[in-house]
């Protein structure tokens, strides 16, 4: 972006105004890591590639089975053959009396036995028990809020945060910046016990061991292979050892960080 280049103390206020930006906004401080990553690339920030996904739902086919129709056999029919009635064929015997055939009732016929097919029974499709999205929790902004107020008691952070400073030269910016960062930093001395991260002076070399936390040591520069890596501290890094926040104030709207004032 061309432009005047900034004064040292325009430049000041601008870092200042960063900084706390960064701390309370995540949104801007995501902004201000892709910039600059995009920065040292040489490039612009990749979108973030969009999300999508679906499962194939699964089809059943139901195979219905072969039924048969089953039928006892009939056994044959044991009647003697005649040719006359009242004769059985073939020669008698000589001296032989004549017989009379014997009477065979009639059979009756078989009871004829259908078998009926049995109903068929369709398999029930299983129940698919669908997982209920747990819903999305609203981060708890007190704490924020509380730090906040604090800063601007102390300090009048948001006082100076919010005033339109094109109007003022440069020592009055000067001097309003010297007592609200005396305020600020009062407050958060009284608020949290900081430690650097590496206690080495800034530019000294430094190995970073295997198994490093990336959320307190961020490589940067030429990354490549494994670690322990060296390079050169250029910021030590910030950890709050400690946090002693004041309790919320019982009855009083948590999102007010100072009241308005009226002169009666």
């Known amino acids: 972006m061309n432009g005047p280049d900034l004064t040292p103390m325009q430049r000041l206020v601008l870092a200042f105004y960063a900084f706390f930006t960064v701390l309370f906004r995540a949104e801007f401080a995501l902004a201000v890591q892709r910039v600059r990553e995009a920065y040292q690339a040489g490039q612009l920030p990749p979108l973030p590639p969009g999300e999508s996904g679906g499962e194939p739902s699964a089809s059943r086919s139901t195979v219905e089975p072969d039924w048969t129709i089953g039928r006892p056999p009939t056994p044959p029919s044991a009647t003697p053959i005649m040719t006359q009635p009242g004769r059985v064929e073939g020669p008698a015997p000589a001296g032989a009396r004549p017989v009379e055939p014997a009477r065979v009732a009639p059979s009756k016929p078989e009871a004829k036995v259908e078998m009926k097919p049995e109903a068929k029974v369709e398999p029930k499709p299983e129940a698919r028990v669908e997982p209920k999205p747990e819903p999305a929790r609203a981060p708890d902004t007190r704490a924020a ?24 030269p440069d020592s009055a910016v000067g001097a309003a910046a010297r007592t609200v960062h005396a305020g600020c930093k009062k407050a958060i001395e009284e608020l949290f016990r900081l430690e650097p991260v590496y206690r080495e002076a800034e530019g000294a070399q430094v190995t970073v061991g295997a198994g490093f936390d990336p959320a307190a040591v961020r490589l940067t520069g030429n990354v490549v292979g494994a670690p322990p890596f060296k390079g050169s501290l ?10 002693k926040l004041p309790p919320a104030p019982d009855g009083k709207d948590p999102a007010i960080l100072a009241p308005a004032e009226v002169e009666l």
């Open 234 to 243: 250029r910021h030590h890094g910030w950890r709050a050892k400690d946090v």
């Open 145 to 168: 809020v509380q730090l906040l107020a604090v800063l601007q008691r102390e300090g009048r952070l948001v006082d100076f945060i919010e005033e339109d400073l094109t109007g003022f």
